[in-house]
């Protein structure tokens, strides 16, 4: 069965201070994987999409990579307007129309 | 501007009395679909169109329905809502059904009492 997993669940960090959210999959025949941020009571709003293994995109502060087993979500000397929640997800397998979403993870940036 | 509008925001209705969420995208998308958000589960797809008259299954279907007669309109109905119903729905669009950016709606948060 195709699954999206994402770590942490939550973080907490300080301004400035650099980390890295992860999403795992284990999905036959990825066809893209993507990486949303939701701010509270809002839709989701995309950031990147990967295609293959090695593949790297970057937006201001966020940079995401990919393998063939987990992306993940790099975030440099983050700022306070940079927490949300981070979504992945990913289109793969039998039918690739269907999109599988991570449970998320909560990101806090404090001043 | 471009975007995916959902009306209403928001819902309280009763057991078994019929409702529809409209949802409508200005982007001539062809791809559209309906998602649930609930605490601890994430976004779950619930159906998906790739274009006018062709719908298929997400992974959560059972107890909705949606129709796609028009290439902008995707409605969502729930013909006997539940309380299991209870949740925030999300519509989105896309260009093309495969690896392209979705954009989505505001959500529409219903409660089914």
């Known amino acids: 069965e195709d699954q999206v997993t994402q770590s942490p669940e939550a973080l907490r960090l300080q301004e400035g201070e650099s980390s890295s959210l992860n999403c795992s999959y284990t999905?036959?025949?990825?066809?893209?994987l993507f990486w949303y941020r939701q701010d509270p009571g809002k839709g989701p709003e995309f950031l990147f999409t990967?295609?293959?293994a090695g593949e790297e995109k970057e937006k201001e502060r966020l940079k995401a990579t990919l393998t063939k087993k987990e992306s993940f979500l790099h975030i440099t000397a983050p700022k306070p307007e940079d927490s949300a929640t981070y979504l992945c997800a990913v289109q793969a397998g039998a039918s690739y129309d269907k999109v599988i979403f991570g449970p998320g993870t909560s990101l806090s940036v404090i001043p | 501007e471009a975007q995916v509008t959902q009306n209403p925001r928001y819902l309280i209705t009763v057991t078994g009395k019929k409702l529809t969420v409209t949802c409508s995208q200005n982007m001539n998308h062809e791809y559209m679909s309906w998602y649930r958000q609930d605490p601890g589960l994430g976004l779950r797809q619930i159906y998906y169109s790739m274009n006018v008259e062709v719908t298929d299954k997400g992974d959560v279907p059972e107890g909705y329905k949606v129709s796609r007669k028009e290439k902008r309109n995707f409605p969502l109905i729930l013909e006997s809502p539940s309380p299991n119903q209870t949740s925030l729905y999300f519509c989105?669009?896309?260009?093309?059904?495969?690896?392209?950016?979705?954009?989505f709606g505001q959500g529409t948060r219903l409660t089914v009492v």
């Open positions: 989105a669009s896309s260009f093309e059904s495969r690896g392209t950016e979705a954009f």
């Open positions: 999905v036959s025949g990825l066809r893209g």
């Open positions: 990967l295609y293959s």
